[in-house]
């Protein structure tokens, strides 16, 4: 396997790290890595949440690999979108995965990396992180879901801002807009991503993945239909192993004890 992207896995929780220096770029090999890893944790049974890093401090990532640009200049329309698409499978695949995902940004979160920590559930940034879209410097624009997933997160005046002055933001700023979860000193971010994931990892996946899928898919769905996604999912868990070891183990006063079935 590449090691451009590495996995490791303990206690129910997996880490991925981006491992392409100086600046962890994304580029065509490293997306397909990326993939590679997903398609394994989604079936792997063991993990229960996940975290995605990049490897050293200066950067989580910082974008398309923009050396592979004056290739796609020259390619065809087809082309183009094939390469636009595999990104945005990529991408899908992390957003749609049944385990939570925390993005740990330890440095700069630029263009393809900023929509890479777009499609996790949870952000957490060290304080020197750098946050943003620049990709309007190149005369382009994000084309790797950022367009859609950050107006979601920060509301479109804030996303068409960033999206078109193309500047980078503080981690401190991005929390207070509400585009990370938390921020915390350079290189604590570790401890602190792996303290909320073995927390998670503690919990139900039968729990995680619904709330997970309520919560995405009633996003695009009126709350009709989102209300009835729920009243679907909560029906169905009822029939799982864990919410009676739950339930019991509340009644017996101790800590329960999850299977995931
Ligand atoms: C669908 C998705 C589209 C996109 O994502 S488009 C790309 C969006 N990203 C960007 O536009 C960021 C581009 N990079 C930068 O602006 C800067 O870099 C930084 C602010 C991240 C860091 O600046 P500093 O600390 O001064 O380092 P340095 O000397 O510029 O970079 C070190 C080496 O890394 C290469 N590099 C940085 N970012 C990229 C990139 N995105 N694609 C390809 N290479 C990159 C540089 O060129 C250089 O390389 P060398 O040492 O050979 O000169």
Same mark, same amino acid.
């Given at each position: 396997?590449?090691?451009?992207?590495?996995?490791?896995?303990?206690?129910?929780?997996?880490?991925?790290?981006?491992?392409?220096?100086?600046?962890?770029?994304?580029?065509?090999?490293?997306?397909?890595?990326?993939?590679?890893?997903?398609?394994?944790?989604?079936?792997?049974?063991?993990?229960? $949440?996940?975290?995605?890093?990049?490897?050293?401090?200066?950067?989580?990532?910082?974008?398309?690999?923009?050396?592979?640009?004056?290739?796609?200049?020259?390619?065809?329309?087809?082309?183009?979108?094939?390469?636009?698409?595999?990104?945005?499978?990529?991408?899908?695949?992390?957003?749609?995965?049944?385990?939570?995902?925390?993005?740990? &940004?330890?440095?700069?979160?630029?263009?393809?990396?900023?929509?890479? $920590?777009?499609?996790?559930?949870?952000?957490? $940034?060290?304080? *020197?992180?750098?946050?943003?879209?620049?990709?309007?410097?190149?005369?382009?624009?994000?084309?790797?879901?950022?367009?859609?997933?950050?107006?979601k997160?920060?509301?479109?005046?804030?996303?068409?801002?960033?999206?078109? &002055?193309?500047? $980078?933001?503080?981690?401190?700023?991005?929390?207070?807009?509400?585009?990370?979860?938390?921020?915390?000193?350079?290189?604590?971010?570790?401890?602190?991503?792996?303290?909320?994931?073995?927390?998670?990892?503690?919990?139900?996946?039968?729990? &995680?993945?619904r709330i997970k899928k309520a919560v995405n898919e009633g996003a695009d769905q009126p709350l009709d239909s989102a209300l009835e996604l729920e009243l679907n999912l909560?029906?169905?868990?009822?029939?799982?192993?864990?919410?009676?070891?739950?339930?019991?183990?509340?009644?017996?006063?101790?800590?329960?004890?999850?299977? *995931?079935?």
């Amino acid at each position: 396997m590449s090691q451009l992207v590495q996995f490791t896995k303990q206690d129910g929780v997996a880490t991925v790290t981006i491992d392409n220096p100086p600046m962890n770029v994304l580029s065509t090999r490293v997306a397909q890595a990326i993939k590679d890893i997903f398609l394994q944790i989604k079936e792997d049974p063991e993990v229960i $949440a996940v975290i995605v890093t990049g490897n050293g401090d200066r950067a989580f990532m910082a974008g398309a690999d923009i050396k592979e640009f004056p290739g796609w200049i020259e390619l065809g329309k087809e082309e183009v979108r094939k390469i636009a698409k595999a990104n945005h499978e990529v991408f899908n695949l992390i957003e749609d995965l049944r385990q939570p995902t925390i993005a740990l &940004l330890n440095g700069f979160t630029l263009g393809g990396g900023c929509e890479l $920590a777009l499609a996790c559930d949870i952000r957490i $940034a060290e304080e *020197h992180a750098k946050l943003g879209l620049p990709e309007v410097n190149l005369g382009l624009f994000p084309g790797a879901g950022g367009t859609q997933r950050l107006p979601k997160l920060v509301g479109p005046a804030k996303a068409k801002e960033i999206m078109f &002055l193309g500047e $980078a933001i503080t981690a401190n700023e991005s929390l207070s807009i509400g585009l990370v979860n938390q921020v915390v000193p350079k290189g604590e971010g570790m401890r602190a991503a792996k303290s909320m994931a073995q927390k998670i990892a503690g919990q139900s996946l039968q729990a &995680l993945s619904r709330i997970k899928k309520a919560v995405n898919e009633g996003a695009d769905q009126p709350l009709d239909s989102a209300l009835e996604l729920e009243l679907n999912l909560f029906t169905d868990i009822f029939s799982t192993e864990d919410v009676r070891e739950g339930v019991q183990a509340f009644i017996e006063k101790r800590a329960a004890k999850f299977t *995931h079935k």
